[in-house]
């Protein structure tokens, strides 16, 4: 079955490490996302990325980096620069072109040690 | 800028009660609308879709009317049972930047007692 796989599904993180949040696809989707969801609030654009090795800034972008080097594959790092990184993060992708829905995985919970 | 207001929750009702859930934008451009659900510890699922003005999505049970002139896209359920107990996301996709980008509101907790 098509779908997206994100792991871990639980992350542990040390002061002034970085991590990486893994983020793959095989529905053949162009655009690919990351959110993050903290309690009672909706979630927030991180990054986004339209096309292999292109992306672009979301709305809360510092303290965070992507990579784009493969269509399947969207890799978050959460950087020491980050001083609230827990979080739930939730990885997504797109068709592309108008009205497209995201598709969505199950989501990494991320807590500081 | 875009924006998504969603009814306060959390919401708790009865088995086989009628639900709304409301949900009013801000859009510059001529936005699709799309309610989300996300069960516990999971990513979210697309539940409906209405990509125009008096547009209907349906799909489980569950209704939505894309209105424009009061900017709402409210969701409804004649008779909710206790496997929808989730939180709810109305959402907004403006048009005139393609699907780059979703605007969320910030979800609606539903429980639904037997």
């Known amino acids: 079955d098509g779908g997206i796989t994100q792991s871990p599904k639980y992350l542990f993180r040390k002061e002034g490490q970085n991590v990486t949040l893994s983020c793959e696809q095989n529905?053949?989707?162009?655009?690919m996302y990351w959110y993050r969801q903290d309690p009672g609030q909706g979630l927030r654009l991180i990054y986004y990325?339209?096309?292999?090795?292109?992306?672009q800034k979301g709305d809360i972008a510092e303290g965070y980096s992507v990579s784009r080097e493969k269509k399947e594959s969207f890799p978050l790092t959460v950087t020491s620069a980050q001083k609230n990184p827990t979080a739930f993060y939730l990885c997504?992708?797109?068709?592309?072109?108008?009205?497209?829905?995201?598709?969505f995985g199950d989501g990494t919970r991320l807590s500081i040690l | 800028g875009n924006s998504v207001t969603q009814m306060e929750g959390p919401v708790t009702l009865s088995e086989e009660a009628f639900l709304t859930i409301n949900c009013t934008y801000t859009?510059?451009?001529?936005?699709?609308l799309f309610w989300y659900v996300q069960y516990p510890g999971e990513g979210l699922q697309l539940l409906l879709k209405?990509?125009?003005?008096?547009d209907k999505g349906s799909n489980k049970g569950f209704e939505a009317t894309y209105r424009k002139e009061t900017t709402s896209f409210h969701l409804e359920k004649g008779s909710v049972q206790v496997s929808d107990s989730a939180v709810y996301f109305c959402?907004?996709?403006?048009?005139?930047?393609?699907?780059?980008?979703?605007?969320f509101g910030t979800g609606t907790r539903l429980t639904i007692i037997p």
């Open positions: 529905l053949n989707h162009d655009a």
């Open positions: 997504a992708s797109c068709r592309g072109g108008r009205n497209q829905p995201q598709h």
């Open positions: 859009a510059t451009g001529y936005p699709s």
């Open positions: 209405a990509t125009k003005a008096d």
């Open positions: 990325s339209q096309i292999v090795n292109d992306f």
């Open positions: 959402a907004l996709s403006d048009r005139a930047f393609g699907n780059e980008k979703l605007t």
